[in-house]
C-alpha cells in the first residue's frame, strides 16, 4: 500500500489535484518543506490535514506542473523515498523551474503520516529570481 500511496500522491500533488490528496493523509500528519518562505510560501512546516491541505493550495497556485519525472521510489514497510525531477512555471515571476526533489515519507494504515521535502532551495531562488545570487555581496 506504501507504494501506490506515495505515487497517487505524487500524481495528484503533480495534476494540482489538492481534493484527490485529503484521503491520502493522516489526520496527524506532519509535513516540513526546507527552503526561503518569503519567496516560496508553501515551504516550512505543517501539522494537520487542514494545514497541510492549505499548503498543497499554496503549491497549486505557486506553481503550475509541466513536468514530474519520477526517477525512483524506494519503500521498506512504512517507508518510501523519492527523487523526482520538476519542471514547473513559478507563477509570481513566469520563470520555468527545473529541480530535482527528494521526498522521505512515512505512513500509518496506509495513509501519509510524515513527510520531509529535500532540495537545493538556494538554486530554486536563483531561478525564480532570474539572477545570480553573490553571496560575497550578501555577506
Known amino acids: 500500500m506504501t507504494l501506490e500511496t506515495m505515487r497517487a500522491f505524487c500524481d495528484d500533488l503533480a495534476a ?4 484527490r490528496v485529503a484521503p491520502l493523509l493522516d489526520d496527524n500528519i506532519e509535513w ?4 526561503p518562505i518569503d519567496l ?12 497541510v491541505l492549505a499548503m498543497c493550495g ?6 503550475q506542473l509541466r513536468g514530474c519525472d519520477k526517477e525512483s521510489t524506494l519503500t521498506d514497510g512504512d517507508q518510501a523515498a523519492s527523487l ?9 515571476t513566469g520563470r520555468v523551474l527545473s529541480l530535482r526533489l527528494a521526498l522521505f515519507a512515512q505512513f500509518h494504515d496506509g495513509k501519509l503520516l510524515r513527510l520531509r521535502a529535500l532540495f537545493d532551495s538556494f538554486d530554486a531562488a536563483e531561478q525564480a529570481l ?5 553571496l560575497g555581496a550578501v555577506a
Open 58 to 63: 499554496e503549491i497549486a497556485a505557486s506553481l
Open 130 to 134: 532570474g539572477r545570480h545570487i553573490d
Open 16 to 19: 494540482r489535484q489538492t481534493q
Open 32 to 35: 516540513t518543506a526546507f527552503g
Open 84 to 92: 523526482l525531477k520538476l519542471n514547473a512555471v513559478y507563477t509570481r
Open 40 to 51: 516560496f510560501p508553501f515551504f516550512g512546516h505543517r501539522r494537520g490535514k487542514t494545514a
